[in-house]
């Protein structure tokens, strides 16, 4: 079956510090792929989103590449903000399904001290 | 993107007793799904709400225990009966938005429910 296995937590980093939250999928066909954020006493947000191979998503500087290669969806950001701090949920929908439910990762919590 | 609203969003539940969690977005929708994060874990999911027809449940999840309505293509519930406090999660509703192939799926702000 389909799964996502992503980096152990909790990470902490500095202000301006950069970061990379690793994110491998095992899955039938060609799922899309997402980046959840989930602040503190919040709902999920979406945070950026893959749909095909070698496509790159963004946002709020966050950046990740769909990579078929390496089945890897790797989240980064050059400088985090104190503001950036919350769990990071990696996930994929596999398009062949008749459903489209989520199969999630672990989550990673994100510390960022000023 | 769709507008999910979802009620309540925080109830303290007496240990045996039932809560019906609200689900309503603002278009229709194909896919609705409900969702629980216990504390500190990732997001389960639960069972697809169909319009029309019974749920289909995730295994571990009963139709018993996690009753779910969806009357419309707009508004789906879902109820946690005879609550224990092995309960005590964020439910969340969630839908798929978009074309075949370039689905997104977002979620409501969650019911955070603690059962004492």
């Known amino acids: 079956g389909d799964s996502v296995t992503q980096m152990e937590g909790p990470v902490t980093l500095s202000e301006e510090a950069f970061l990379t939250i690793n994110c491998t999928y095992t899955a039938t066909g060609y799922p899309s792929l997402f980046w959840y954020v989930q602040y503190p006493g919040e709902g999920l947000q979406l945070l950026l989103k893959a749909t095909k191979a070698d496509d790159k998503g963004s946002n709020k500087g966050f950046e990740a590449t769909y990579r078929k290669e390496t089945t890897s969806f790797h989240l980064e950001k050059g400088s985090v903000q104190v503001s950036d701090s919350a769990v990071y949920f990696c996930a994929l929908s596999d398009p062949t399904g008749s459903a489209r439910q989520l199969t999630f990762g672990s989550g990673t919590q994100l510390t960022v001290l000023p | 993107s769709a507008v999910i609203s979802q009620k309540p969003s925080r109830d303290i539940c007496q240990r045996g007793t039932s809560l019906t969690i609200q689900c309503q977005v603002d278009s229709q929708v194909t896919m609705m799904f409900w969702y629980r994060q216990q504390p500190g874990q990732s997001l389960t999911l639960i069972a697809t709400a169909n319009q029309g027809s019974e749920a289909t449940y995730e295994s571990g999840f009963v139709i018993d225990k996690f009753p779910i309505s969806r009357p419309n293509l707009t508004f789906s519930t879902l109820t946690v009966s005879n609550m224990s406090p092995e309960d005590s999660s964020i439910y969340l509703c969630?839908?798929?938005?978009?074309?075949?192939?370039?689905?997104?799926?977002?979620f409501g702000e969650g019911s955070w429910l603690t059962v004492v």
């Open positions: 969630s839908v798929g938005s978009g074309a075949f192939g370039g689905n997104t799926i977002y």
